[in-house]
């Protein structure tokens, strides 16, 4: 089970406004928006898309990685663990 599924419902609401965001951004440049606008606009998605990748990241943390810790198997927190250094790496890359 995900450790975000008790906040799933949460996580999917603020999807979907970023889902929203995303169409006014594609109608601010169909309508030819002044760029400092749209770009202000996208600094906004991005904002709100690392709010959530972080929600989710924490809540791996939280679950995943304390779960493998108490069941004490060595190589599974190993693997849970790389897991979730590698996503922090996207996260700094992006």
């Known amino acids: 089970m995900p450790g975000y599924s008790m ?27 002044y760029c400092i606008d749209v770009l202000t606009q996208i600094s906004a998605v991005s904002s709100a898309l690392n709010s959530v990748a972080l929600g989710l990241l924490d809540q791996h943390v939280r679950h995943c990685v304390a779960d493998a810790a108490r069941d004490g198997d060595p190589a599974e927190v190993d693997r849970i663990v790389a897991e979730a250094t590698a996503a922090v790496a996207r996260l700094v890359r992006s």
């Open 7 to 33: 906040d799933k419902d949460d996580y999917a609401r603020r999807l979907r406004r970023i889902e929203g965001q995303v169409r006014g951004l594609q109608r601010m440049v169909d309508e030819d928006t």
